[in-house]
């Protein structure tokens, strides 16, 4: 009767030992996102590099001319070496990226150094069966987290493709676990005058992108959290 009491005794000791690690778990990793939320959008600290490893997601739709519109007036030589990432569908982005390289002026052995170009497979196709996609969407993102994990970039920068949320959740999950702090840029396109696209939408709610900026001061007040920065293009 004792033997049969002290063991059970010992299992629910066990038991209560093991619901108090998991809770305990539970408890630091909220408290990790809480601090990778409220860490997110600060300055980077004083003596940081002056050169940062940049991601660029490109997207067809004017995706691209959007973004390449917006890197023409940023310094360059500081975000270098620059990483830039389309659909395997999507060449045209990668020609046109290519070309904007090519028309920087740089030295030939720094510029070929300083950009690399990837693709990297869409969730879901146009037109696609749900069902299909199911599939489809976990080889999309097995094959982000092998690129983000290849890149470790420093800083996305992104604009409205669906191609940059794998990208970006990853990259977020990289914080909570303190693998990289990346530092991500979300500029909404210009179309959106009155509404947030998806991408953009799910970014602002979950509150994964470091800076949010939008083009029409409508949508500002609507997102306050998101920077008014007028139209870029």
């Keep these: 009767m004792e ?5 059970f005794t010992s299992k629910m000791v066990s038991n209560l030992s093991i619901g108090l690690f998991i ?39 004017g995706h691209t001319a959007e ?8 310094r360059m030589d500081r975000f270098t070496p620059r990483f830039y990432i389309a659909a395997a569908t999507d060449n045209m982005s990668l ?9 920087l002026a740089v030295k030939p ?9 990837m693709q990297i497979y869409r969730s879901r196709e ?7 996609s199911v599939w489809t969407t ?11 994990i290849r890149i470790r970039p420093q800083v996305i920068l992104c604009n409205g493709p669906g191609t940059c949320i794998p990208l970006c959740v990853i990259a977020f999950l990289f914080k909570v676990l303190g693998i990289r702090w990346s530092s991500i840029f979300y500029v909404e396109s210009v179309a959106r005058v009155k509404k947030l696209s998806l991408s953009g939408l799910l970014l602002y709610k979950l509150r994964i992108a470091d800076q949010f900026f939008v083009q029409w001061p409508q949508l500002q007040k609507k997102y306050p959290r998101a920077h008014y920065v007028g139209c870029l293009m």
């Excluded at 990778?36 to 600060?42: A, E, F, L």
């Design 95 to 103: 020609q046109k990226a290519r070309s904007f390289e090519d028309s």
């Design 23 to 61: 809770v305990l778990g539970i408890v630091l990793l909220m408290v990790r996102v809480l601090y990778v939320v409220y860490r997110c959008g600060k300055p980077f600290p004083k003596g940081a590099s002056q050169y940062f490893s940049t991601l660029v997601v490109l997207g067809s739709g």
């Design 126 to 132: 146009v037109g696609q069966s749900y069902v299909t």
């Design 67 to 74: 973004m390449l519109s917006l890197l023409s007036v940023l």
């Design 138 to 148: 976990i080889v999309a993102i097995v094959h982000g987290l092998w690129l983000m």
């Design 3 to 7: 033997e049969g009491c002290n063991c």
């Design 109 to 117: 052995a720094i510029k070929e150094a300083s950009s690399q170009f």
